[in-house]
């Protein structure tokens, strides 16, 4: 099993970024797939859930309305894709599969 991240990068207050979990050595289609983030000094945080085909969400609060979990179960790839962002979302973001397994993350950092 491994999980690769992308898509992390600098962005100002307001902007956009779309992140990207590629998945390996195992179906995503098979399985609920969670995106987290941890800030520096605190604990990490769940984001986003989707289910095996998608068609159920759920958010944290924090991220409602502004953050749209996807997937494409033929690529075997999660997204996030991420609008109107605020220097309180700069965290290292994590894609989590089966097995408690996690990729290395990608930093996003929102900053003017």
């Known amino acids: 099993v491994q999980l690769v991240e992308s898509g992390g990068g600098l962005v100002q207050p307001g902007g956009s970024l779309r992140l990207s979990c590629v998945a390996s050595?195992?179906?995503?289609?098979?399985?609920?797939m969670t995106w987290y983030r941890q800030a520096p000094g605190k604990e990490r945080e769940r984001v986003a859930v989707?289910?095996?085909?998608?068609?159920?969400?759920n958010y944290a609060d924090s991220v409602k309305g502004r953050f749209t979990i996807s997937r494409d179960n033929d690529k075997n790839t999660l997204y996030l894709q991420m609008n109107s962002l605020k220097p309180e979302d700069t965290a290292v973001y994590y894609c989590?599969?089966?097995?408690?397994?996690w990729g290395q993350g990608t930093q996003v950092t929102v900053s003017l």
């Open positions: 989590n599969g089966p097995g408690n397994s």
């Open positions: 050595g195992f179906s995503i289609s098979l399985y609920y």
């Open positions: 989707s289910t095996r085909s998608g068609g159920s969400t």
